[in-house]
């Protein structure tokens, strides 16, 4: 038979502190739970992967096409909008916020597009059906 002593030995209960509420069994798992200890790294490694993408010339018959659109685009319109920004192509969508004809600059909502990174606009007028935009 064995002794208290050596009962002991072998499993020690673990004391409570007084006024501490006992764990639960998620609580306690909780603890051994992985986290990020490098926080960012996979976002960063994600972008390392991104797919560069040379810009796009447009031939004189599309930037003709997109100049007229241009022209034909004023404040408050709804625009959808792809231009090259940092080696990818991405689309905006959004009502236009400004239109510098000088300074050669779009601003679809805070969006700011310079006219030479535009690869393709779609305008829709308010009140009016949206227009084709080139096929590219």
């Not at 798992?29 to 790294?41: D, I, S, T, V």
């Not at 030479?116 to 059906?129: F, M, N, T």
């Given at each position: 038979m064995v002794s208290e002593t050596e009962k002991d030995t072998y499993y020690i209960r673990p004391e409570r502190?007084?006024?501490?509420?006992?764990?639960?069994?998620?609580?306690?798992?909780?603890?051994?739970?992985?986290?990020?200890?490098?926080?960012?790294?996979?976002?960063?490694?994600?972008?390392?992967?991104k797919i560069v993408v040379p810009k796009a010339e447009l031939s004189e018959e599309q930037a003709g096409l997109l100049d007229r659109k241009l022209r034909c685009v004023e404040k408050n319109d709804m625009v959808s909008v792809i231009y090259f920004c940092r080696e990818e192509y991405l689309k905006v969508t959004g009502m236009v916020s400004r239109m510098d004809q000088t300074a050669r600059i779009l601003k679809v909502v805070n969006t700011r597009?310079?006219?030479?990174?535009?690869?393709?606009?779609?305008?829709?007028?308010?009140?009016?059906?949206p227009r084709e935009s080139s096929g590219g």
């Open positions: 502190v007084p006024g501490r509420p006992q764990m639960t069994r998620e609580e306690r798992a909780k603890q051994f739970m992985p986290f990020a200890a490098l926080k960012g790294y996979p976002a960063a490694l994600r972008k390392k992967e597009i310079p006219f030479d990174d535009i690869y393709d606009i779609a305008v829709e007028k308010a009140g009016a059906e």
